[in-house]
């Protein structure tokens, strides 16, 4: 496993190398496409209008979103990818197997996640004037999220695997994320995919707080939940395309 992780890790620095306008086109992208959101906001709100820690709420919603949504499509489309070259049927027949392979492919993009959101961060606080307090314990709830997400992606990327063509579904799905994102942590809400670790990493962003043992122990359980049941879903969905023969061909 460990040279598998090695090559994937090897694999991904090798992309950013080589494609460095992908890293800058999305981190400029996503930063527009905030901006112009806050832009709207105070122009409808007024002149002299003060946000409050709303928008450091709102900004680290977003953050978190960027930060999943990888986790979440990467599987879909690269699956989505392999299919249209042809190239599926020898992904399944690697000694590690499928489910093995995608997940050390996850662990290994985690270095260019982590440096989109830190890069978007950056240029969102600088344009919007938002402060948010980054201390390394707070990618303990990003990590938790993380997991969700994965679980997340790997329960659509089942349905990648026997439909081949989910691109609307995954278009409409991402706006899902962003309620998830910004729940709040309580009572019911706990039960949903990602919203507790994105409570206690608002929490601890934008407002400061400490690190609370109780809820981020509740958002790991909730992203190992999660994780588990699309590692079910993805290993069900792997059975049914084998017997039903969709890896060989488009």
């Known amino acids: 496993m460990l040279d598998l992780l090695l090559v994937e890790v090897w694999r991904s620095l090798l992309a950013l190398r080589r494609y460095p306008l992908e890293l800058l086109g999305a981190v400029v992208t996503l930063s527009l496409i905030f901006y112009l959101l ?93 402060r948010l307090a980054f201390t390394p314990q707070v990618l303990l709830p990003f990590l938790a999220v993380l997991l969700g997400g994965y679980g997340l992606g790997f329960a659509v990327g089942s349905l990648a695997l026997l439909y081949k063509r989910i691109g609307q579904l995954l278009g409409l799905s991402q ?31 934008a407002e400061g707080a400490p690190l609370d043992p109780a809820p981020l122990f509740l958002s790991f359980l909730n992203g190992l939940v999660y994780l588990g049941a699309g590692l079910f879903l993805f290993r069900r969905a792997v059975r049914l395309a084998k017997g039903r023969g969709l890896l060989h061909g488009y």
Do not use: C, K
């Open 38 to 130: 806050f832009l709207g906001a105070r122009f409808l709100a007024g002149p002299g209008v003060e946000f409050g820690g709303r928008l450091e709420a709102v900004l680290v919603g977003y953050l978190l979103w960027t930060f999943t949504l990888s986790a979440y499509n990467g599987l879909s489309f690269g699956l989505m990818e392999e299919t249209q070259t042809g190239t599926l049927e020898q992904v399944f027949l690697t000694p590690y197997g499928p489910v093995r392979l995608y997940l050390v492919r996850d662990l290994a993009g985690l270095f260019t996640q982590g440096l989109l959101v830190f890069l978007i961060a950056l240029v969102l606080m600088a344009l919007t004037g938002a």
């Open 175 to 205: 706006f899902l994320l962003l309620f998830l994102l910004q729940a709040p942590g309580e009572g019911l809400f706990r039960l949903l995919p990602l919203a507790p670790g994105a409570a206690l990493a608002r929490r601890m962003l």
